[in-house]
């Protein structure tokens, strides 16, 4: 179904899918979750931009700095020794939660931008050239347009784009029309943070194969919200936050295959990443560490670490079902009010819903719910081509995660409801 044009659309499917998550338990982990804004309980619906933090993950970090802080790989001492094991087992947990080729393919980064970036410079960088193309596509964040806008000015590649159709989904249906043979790398969002789109990576992937490009897949607002393997996806590099999945800032990943990490350049050069140091010249340490240079962000990738963990205890196929029924829910329940226009596919999407509503700018529906303790995103999200194929300035955009319940969606279109009587 498309729902763009479907002010008076329905959802076919009833919200029936019962979901195994113990929210009420989950919410109590989560401090935030019990504060008050503006002398309401917080209802957080923007966790696409970023997730609310667990105990067990502020703990953890509290934990690095109050017990073993110290540098990490370097030291000969106890706390320092306790510090680099930390770190790398938050590596080995990270590999395990996303079935990582090794767990020397998974890089620490400061999130995904900075692990698209890595990719645009140490191998887009050494590897484009006048003739080659990028291929992205229209429904891209902007972390995932303007590294390669930037490396194709350099380089004198051409980045090319694959067009959205209205319901926002990939118009695949003429492939060699954009898969070439001088495509040399398709880079493209897994899940939508705009439509909440699930773009068929394998299907894409096998279209880049048969031209011989490389595949890198942004997963931001996949890794978080349902079961990742990365070795049966389809891709060469993948990259997501920290985050926008329960841990801290200032910490992402991207996992790339052993082989093209090894071929690739530095990205940064400094301590740790280097073999040896001369005057004149010096020698690369192995992946990731070669990609890892100068003191990481300790506390941050401990934290991701305890994370995954949580999500594990969790479980990420409950989550993702947990979203699903939400989602379902908020799609029916919106879609029931008559000024409202939804953005996106039908119901196979992810956890997230972008929307409009008649004659009601989306940050002032934004500071109406504000007034009601109800966080939601207004705004471009950044992706303005998207906007622009919409010609729309903004959306207003409301995303779910575990500890998201139907009560909270129900305050969200009372608030969306009492916005358009004051409004119009
Ligand atoms: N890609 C997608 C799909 C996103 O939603 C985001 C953030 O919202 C990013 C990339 C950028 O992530 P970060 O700001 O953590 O680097």
Same mark, same amino acid.
């Given at each position: 179904?498309?729902?763009?044009?479907?002010?008076?659309?329905?959802?076919?499917?009833?919200?029936?899918?019962?979901?195994?998550?113990?929210?009420?338990?989950?919410?109590?982990?989560?401090?935030?979750?019990?504060?008050?804004?503006?002398?309401?309980?917080? *209802?957080? @619906?923007?966790?696409?931009?970023?997730?609310?933090?667990?105990?067990?993950? !502020? +703990?953890?970090?509290? $934990?690095? #700095? &109050?017990?073993?802080?110290?540098?990490?790989?370097?030291?000969?001492?106890?706390?320092?020794?306790?510090?680099?094991?930390?770190?790398?087992?938050?590596?080995?947990?990270?590999?395990?939660?996303?079935?990582?080729?090794?767990?020397?393919?998974?890089?620490?980064?400061?999130?995904?931008?900075?692990?698209?970036?890595?990719?645009?410079?140490?191998?887009?960088?050494?590897?484009?050239?006048?003739?080659?193309?990028?291929?992205?596509?229209?429904?891209?964040?902007?972390?995932?347009?303007?590294?390669?806008?930037?490396?194709?000015?350099?380089?004198?590649?051409?980045?090319?784009?694959?067009?959205?159709?209205?319901?926002?989904?990939?118009?695949?249906?003429?492939?060699?029309?954009?898969?070439?043979?001088? *495509?040399? @790398?398709?880079?493209?969002?897994?899940?939508?943070?705009?439509?909440?789109? !699930? +773009?068929?990576?394998? $299907?894409? #992937? &096998?279209?880049?194969?048969?031209?011989?490009?490389?595949?890198?897949?942004?997963?931001?607002?996949?890794?978080?919200?349902?079961?990742?393997?990365?070795?049966?996806?389809?891709?060469?590099?993948?990259?997501?936050?920290?985050?926008?999945?329960?841990?801290?800032?200032?910490?992402?990943?991207?996992?790339?295959?052993?082989?093209?990490?090894?071929?690739?350049?530095?990205?940064?050069?400094?301590?740790?990443?280097?073999?040896?140091?001369?005057?004149?010249?010096?020698?690369?340490?192995?992946?990731?560490?070669?990609?890892?240079?100068?003191?990481?962000?300790?506390?941050?990738?401990?934290?991701?670490?305890?994370?995954?963990?949580?999500?594990?205890?969790?479980?990420?196929?409950?989550?993702?079902?947990?979203?699903?029924?939400?989602?379902?829910?908020?799609?029916?329940?919106?879609?029931?009010?008559?000024?409202?226009?939804?953005?996106?596919?039908?119901?196979?999407?992810?956890?997230?819903?972008?929307?409009?509503?008649?004659?009601?700018?989306?940050?002032?529906?934004?500071?109406?719910?504000?007034?009601?303790?109800?966080?939601?995103?207004?705004?471009?999200?950044?992706?303005?081509?998207?906007?622009?194929?919409?010609?729309?300035?903004?959306?207003?955009?409301?995303?779910?995660?575990?500890?998201?319940?139907?009560?909270?969606?129900?305050?969200?279109?009372?608030?969306?409801?009492?916005?358009?009587?004051?409004?119009?």
């Amino acid at each position: 179904m498309n729902l763009t044009t479907g002010k008076t659309g329905t959802i076919s499917q009833s919200v029936e899918d019962t979901t195994s998550l113990d929210v009420a338990t989950i919410r109590k982990d989560f401090p935030q979750l019990s504060r008050q804004v503006r002398d309401k309980p917080l *209802t957080y @619906l923007d966790n696409a931009a970023t997730s609310q933090k667990p105990r067990a993950v !502020i +703990n953890k970090i509290n $934990e690095y #700095y &109050q017990q073993y802080n110290a540098n990490i790989h370097r030291a000969i001492y106890a706390i320092g020794e306790q510090a680099t094991l930390e770190y790398e087992s938050a590596r080995e947990k990270v590999a395990r939660f996303i079935n990582a080729w090794e767990t020397s393919s998974v890089i620490f980064t400061r999130g995904t931008t900075e692990a698209i970036n890595l990719v645009a410079y140490s191998w887009g960088r050494h590897n484009l050239g006048p003739g080659d193309e990028i291929l992205i596509t229209e429904m891209e964040h902007h972390s995932n347009i303007i590294p390669w806008q930037l490396a194709a000015r350099d380089t004198g590649a051409t980045l090319r784009y694959i067009p959205i159709r209205s319901d926002g989904t990939l118009a695949l249906n003429n492939p060699d029309e954009y898969f070439t043979d001088k *495509t040399r @790398l398709v880079s493209f969002i897994h899940q939508s943070n705009v439509f909440g789109t !699930i +773009n068929p990576v394998r $299907e894409i #992937y &096998q279209m880049a194969k048969d031209v011989g490009a490389l595949v890198l897949v942004d997963a931001a607002q996949s890794v978080p919200h349902s079961p990742m393997d990365i070795q049966t996806l389809g891709c060469d590099f993948l990259a997501f936050s920290g985050h926008k999945m329960l841990g801290p800032t200032g910490v992402g990943v991207l996992c790339g295959r052993q082989e093209l990490l090894t071929g690739m350049e530095p990205f940064l050069g400094g301590g740790e990443m280097i073999n040896s140091v001369t005057m004149e010249e010096s020698t690369w340490n192995k992946p990731p560490w070669k990609f890892e240079a100068g003191t990481p962000n300790i506390a941050q990738v401990i934290g991701l670490g305890a994370a995954v963990d949580y999500l594990e205890t969790i479980g990420i196929d409950s989550i993702e079902r947990h979203e699903r029924t939400l989602t379902r829910y908020a799609l029916e329940a919106l879609s029931a009010i008559p000024e409202v226009t939804i953005y996106g596919p039908g119901a196979e999407r992810g956890g997230l819903v972008s929307f409009n509503v008649e004659n009601v700018h989306p940050h002032d529906l934004a500071q109406v719910l504000d007034e009601r303790g109800i966080a939601i995103r207004a705004g471009h999200h950044c992706a303005q081509p998207i906007m622009q194929k919409l010609d729309v300035p903004a959306t207003a955009r409301a995303s779910f995660y575990l500890y998201n319940t139907t009560v909270e969606i129900d305050a969200l279109c009372e608030g969306v409801t009492a916005a358009i009587d004051f409004m119009t």
